[in-house]
């Protein structure tokens, strides 16, 4: 192994450095521990963020790591029902009953909380990275969860429909344009287990986390159906425009899904311009049956003061 240059990761060992040898070279052993390789004197325990890859059985044993590894939540070092070292041999059989026994006992030391966290907590990373959410509205999500938690209103319901609604809850407090049909067609769940979910998650936490809900809008959703239909950026703003003029004289939004009318306005406004795209496309893209599309095309339309052609 390479040595690292000494004074670029050990600036903070200066005072024992001191009562080392005068020509100190200091590596990092298979074990983990920091050792000068002229004296043997040891400096202590190197503990690992991140792991290098392995492509190699060689490599592989070569940058074997067996020191603890710092983990955001839960115990720093959890033992497991294995029969095998860390190096692949196997246990003997009373040691192996040690480790069992240790392993049952730490069990027991952990809150149901804790448990709760070590199931959910993946699984809202994993959505995350699947729908490529910012970190800071992950954030929001994990604390919206553990709040759930500790409130103890996952007891008899599914984790899984608590973790997709309070992450659909963070993008609802940060008007992220992620519809809730995305985020549960990649989770795999029902749709109206997240519902119930989502419900209790506005009626009981986001109150006492003193954080507001907002309904999705039409707007940010008008660009992002734009852009996946691409359409030209001038037809996405004649269609914002669009919607802006139809709701000074008298659209209601309140009870239709904003999706609907989206769709609606940039159907409206392709047609104008000459950007030909049919109902079912646009339909597909968001998420909506045709006749919502003419239904809602019809409504907004009927409340515009426009050209003879709409």
């Known amino acids: 192994m390479t040595p690292p240059p000494y004074g670029s990761c050990f600036e903070d060992l200066d005072e024992k450095i001191q009562d080392c040898c005068g020509l100190p070279e200091i590596f990092i052993t298979d074990d983990g521990f920091r050792v000068c390789r002229n004296c043997g004197m040891v400096f202590g325990t190197e503990y690992v963020s991140t792991e290098r890859r392995a492509y190699t059985a060689d490599e592989v044993r070569a940058r074997r790591r067996t020191e603890p590894r710092w983990r955001s939540y839960g115990p720093r070092t959890v033992i497991g029902l294995t029969s095998t070292d860390s190096k692949g041999r196997q246990l003997a059989s009373r040691r192996a009953q040690l480790f069992n026994r240790l392993s049952k006992i730490q069990g027991s030391l952990i809150n149901s909380i804790e ?29 919206i969860y553990s709040e759930v938690a500790k409130q103890k209103l ?141 239904t809602r095309a019809k409504q907004i339309r009927g409340h515009l003061i426009m050209q003879s052609n709409f």
């Not at 448990?115 to 490529?132: D, G, H, I, Y």
């Not at 800071?136 to 604390?143: C, G, L, P």
């Not at 609907?260 to 311009?273: D, E, F, Q, S």
């Open 154 to 294: 996952t007891m008899g319901r599914s984790i899984e429909s608590f973790v997709t609604a309070s992450l659909y809850a963070a993008i609802r407090i940060h008007d992220f344009p992620r519809l809730l049909e995305e985020i549960v067609e990649i989770a795999m769940i029902p749709l109206r287990s997240v519902h119930r979910s989502l419900g209790l998650i506005v009626r009981k936490v986001l109150p006492k986390m003193n954080l507001h809900y907002h309904p999705i809008s039409p707007n940010p959703l008008i660009y992002r159906f734009g852009a996946e239909l691409e359409l030209s950026i001038t037809t996405q703003k004649f269609a914002f425009d669009l919607l802006k003029s139809a709701s000074k004289r008298g659209l209601r939004k309140m009870g239709k899904d904003p999706k609907g009318i989206a769709a609606a306005v940039l159907y409206l406004a392709a047609k104008h311009l000459g950007e030909r795209k049919t109902q079912t496309q646009i339909a597909n893209v968001a998420r909506i049956t045709e006749v919502t599309l003419r």
């Open 115 to 143: 448990r709760n966290f070590w199931e959910s907590r993946p699984k809202l990373a994993s959505l995350c990275q699947k729908l490529q959410i910012p970190d800071f509205i992950q954030e929001s999500a994990w604390k």
